[in-house]
């Protein structure tokens, strides 16, 4: 670590400074900086290892990775069973494709209908807008 911090996980001057504002300003503060002046070191390597460990756990569940509790590779023992849940999760990914490309579809028709209106509100604008022989936009003050 770095020893010429001046905030470290060490009985120096600032630190006990800070714990002692800590409990005089608001007691947990002060409890925390005490933590981190005799944990403070351990902090980094506890960290490591928590991290670690949490993601070899969650790493089996991440979608696509075939592996953990949903992915082919894990089999019950039971083949009428894994063969029907295979099968539906099969038809599961054909119906998310089909939600999907329904979305899509969706989307892409909101997105022509703003297009038709915009295109139409610019058009009777423009109509307005030389209809009305001032040079100005109606609604608009003339400069």
């Keep these: 670590m770095n020893q010429s911090a001046l905030i470290r996980p060490d009985w120096t001057p600032a630190t006990i400074a800070m714990m002692v504002l800590g409990f005089v300003v608001?007691?947990?503060?002060?409890l925390a900086m005490l933590a981190y002046i005799l944990f403070g070191e351990r902090l980094k390597s506890f960290k490591k290892d928590a991290n670690s460990t949490v993601d070899s756990?969650?790493?089996?569940?991440?979608?696509?990775?075939g592996r953990g509790f949903c992915g082919p590779q894990f089999r019950t023992g039971n083949v009428a069973f894994d063969d029907w849940r295979e099968a539906e999760l099969a038809r599961l990914d054909e119906e998310r494709r089909k939600l999907d490309e329904m979305r899509q579809q969706f989307d892409d028709y909101v997105r022509e209908l703003r297009r038709a209106k915009d295109q139409e509100e610019f058009d009777r604008f423009m109509r307005e807008r030389?209809?009305?022989?001032?040079?100005?936009?109606?609604?608009?003050p003339a400069h």
């Design 26 to 30: 608001f007691w947990p503060l002060g």
């Design 57 to 65: 756990v969650f790493s089996s569940f991440k979608r696509g990775s």
């Design 130 to 140: 030389n209809s009305g022989g001032s040079g100005s936009a109606p609604g608009f």
